[in-house]
């Protein structure tokens, strides 16, 4: 049996492959000397589907890559901002008690040209106010002056009195301690009382009469009658009231923050004059508890 002369044969193949050369020679006689645009704009339209199936493809791409590039930049800054982030809180944290101690120094210095008193800046070193009769150490000693029962006070309110002197340095007895004691008058009876001190930021008045009428948030002053310090210092402000026996127990929260005060004033000894005390109490709002 002979093979089809146009089948899928080695002879068709051969046929086939010699057509094709054939009409492609035939299309460069045809085209080929003409302007080179015919080709071009062929070739456009034979690509017409391919570039507009890969267009969308290709912008996607992009697109893609653009989100990466802008998630790693992002990335970078968000590190670069959290590290400096930590490096400010840290500083922050480093200047912090620095601060605290200048806004108080300034506070301090602001109170003692409005005092009419001579007085002596002290600085705490020391706060043991936690262990059983314990008390402050200041930086002021004999070679300052300094004497025992002065009177010791801060912007916020009175703070205690020279217990011991060394040459260089001093002990401070808190008002808070269990063996201070200080003569003090109410704000508005003018009733006087000796404040007690009995635990840490707390503190009571004894030998007020029973028949006083005292009320919760009223502030709580110098005396005087102490010979420490003069009339009209701030100490606290009343918090409770009990009876006992013929006597009216009054429970104090002391103003000055003991447990971080750092800038102090020492008042001369035994001082003469009369501050003036404000002619209305503080609102109940601003007692400290």
């Known amino acids: 049996m002979r093979p089809r002369p146009w089948g899928w044969n080695p002879v068709g193949r051969r046929r086939y492959a010699i057509l094709v050369l054939y009409v492609g020679h035939l299309g460069w006689i045809t085209l080929g000397h003409g302007h080179g645009s015919r080709w071009q704009a062929m070739l456009e339209t034979?690509?017409?589907p391919v570039q507009k199936i890969s267009a969308p493809l290709l912008r996607s791409r992009a697109q893609r890559a653009e989100r990466a590039g802008s998630l790693q930049r992002a990335q970078y800054e968000l590190a670069m901002l959290?590290?400096?982030l930590e490096s400010i809180q840290k500083e922050n944290a480093q200047q912090a008690p620095?601060?605290?101690e200048a806004e108080e120094a300034i506070?301090?210095?602001a109170l003692k040209k409005q005092v009419p008193l001579e007085m002596k800046a002290a600085r705490v070193l020391v706060n043991v106010r936690s262990a059983p009769f314990g008390g402050m150490i200041l930086d002021q000693g004999l070679d300052a002056g300094l004497v025992r029962d002065q009177g010791?006070?801060?912007p916020e309110g009175v703070v205690g009195r020279i217990w011991e002197v060394s040459q260089r340095e001093s002990s401070l007895l808190p008002l808070d301690a269990y063996n201070a004691s200080t003569a003090v008058m109410l704000a508005q009876s003018r009733a006087t009382g000796v404040l007690q001190g009995v635990g840490p930021g707390r503190a009571e008045i004894r030998y007020i009469g029973g028949q006083e009428v005292v009320q919760i948030g009223e502030p709580v002053y110098?005396?005087?009658?102490?010979r420490v310090f003069p009339r009209g210092l701030l100490v606290g402000h009343v918090v409770g009231t009990r009876p006992q026996g013929a006597e009216l127990q009054v429970d104090v929260a002391l103003a000055a923050p003991l447990n971080r005060v750092h800038q102090v004033l020492i008042l001369p000894p035994q001082p003469r004059i009369d501050l003036a005390v404000p002619a209305a109490p503080p609102k109940e709002g601003k007692v400290k508890p």
């Open 46 to 48: 034979l690509s017409w």
């Open 82 to 84: 959290r590290q400096r």
């Open 98 to 100: 620095r601060l605290i």
């Open 107 to 109: 506070r301090t210095l």
């Open 152 to 154: 010791v006070f801060c």
């Open 222 to 226: 110098t005396s005087g009658l102490d």
